[in-house]
Nanobody
Framework: QVQLVESGGGSVQPGGSLRLSCVASGIDFSRNVMGWYRQAPGAQGRELVARLTTAGGTLYPSSLKGRFTISVDKAANTVWLQMNRLEPGDTAVYYC?????????WGPGTQVTVSS
């Protein structure tokens, strides 16, 4: 059974940084592409903001302008998302999941609020 638990969110001012973590069980990172997603207030769906392949390759939307970095600690069964130079538009609930995501894998997410 897969379980994904996100943490590390909070309230920060514009320009600040946060590091999110996703502790996983039941998922082999060597066999699954992992992603970080977010759902902004009022949005109907979740947006992929970072992707990590089994070979260690990464992919981000160009709109993020290099502000986010995804990484993995396989020994700790944890996927990280380092977020720098945060903007109010980054306010959302952040989730991790495989990529493409599986509906049954969604965890509770972690809230990130960027506001002055």
């Amino acid at each position: 059974q897969v379980q994904l638990v996100e943490s590390g969110g909070g309230s920060v001012q514009p320009g600040g940084s946060l590091r999110l973590s996703c502790v996983a069980s039941g998922i082999d990172f060597s066999r699954n592409v992992m992603g970080w997603y977010r759902q902004a207030p009022g949005a109907q769906g979740r947006e992929l903001v970072a992707r990590l392949t089994t070979a260690g390759g990464t992919l981000y939307p160009s709109s993020l302008k290099g502000r986010f970095t995804i990484s993995v600690d396989k020994a700790a069964n944890t996927v990280w998302l380092q977020m720098n130079r945060l903007e109010p538009g980054d306010t959302a609930v952040y989730y991790c999941n495989t990529q493409p995501p599986l509906r049954e894998n969604w965890g509770p997410g972690t809230q990130v609020t960027v506001s002055s």
